[in-house]
């Protein structure tokens, strides 16, 4: 599991980081997620096409904690989105070179690493399975209404 590599389960999936937030919907089952703090993280850089490892290595440049406990976190999460059908495993990392930030981060501004979380939220489905997004097929974009509708 090390080097593999995942993508965002596009176009099911729409999702936004605002304000160290990740805020991940999920249009074919109506839920919608959060990750804050290091799970945002982790999540920007599986949709950039970084690996388990990397992650990992980039996490433990960002963040004080144990290996250990980065690695253990990482890869609960990663199991957790999957299972959420969020991420599928991608084979095809070439598409998304993983990019070295080479900016050095001193221990006093690393922050603490806490396991991610990922809260999960039901309470919007009906709203969100109703949206007429879904229905509208790749010509004619949204907001546009689909062609078949009769007048």
């Known amino acids: 599991m090390d080097q593999q590599h995942y993508k965002i389960n596009a176009p099911q999936i729409v999702h936004e980081v605002i304000d160290g937030e990740a805020i991940i919907i999920n249009l074919e089952s109506g839920n919608y997620y959060s990750l804050q703090h290091s799970g945002s993280t982790i999540w920007h850089l599986i949709g950039q096409g970084w690996s388990t490892r990397r992650i990992i290595t980039e996490l433990s440049r960002l963040y ?11 890869t609960e999460l990663i199991e957790e989105l999957q299972q959420e059908n969020l991420i599928i495993p991608c084979d095809d990392h070439a598409v998304y070179p993983e990019q070295r930030n080479n900016e050095i981060i001193s221990d006093s501004e690393k922050k603490d690493f806490t396991k991610p979380v990922l809260e999960s939220f039901s309470d919007m489905q009906d709203i969100l399975l109703l ?3 879904h229905e509208v097929d790749d010509s004619s974009g949204w907001p546009n209404p689909p062609n078949d509708s009769a007048e």
């Open 131 to 133: 949206d007429p997004i």
């Open 64 to 74: 004080r904690g144990t290996s250990e406990d980065m690695e253990q976190g990482i």
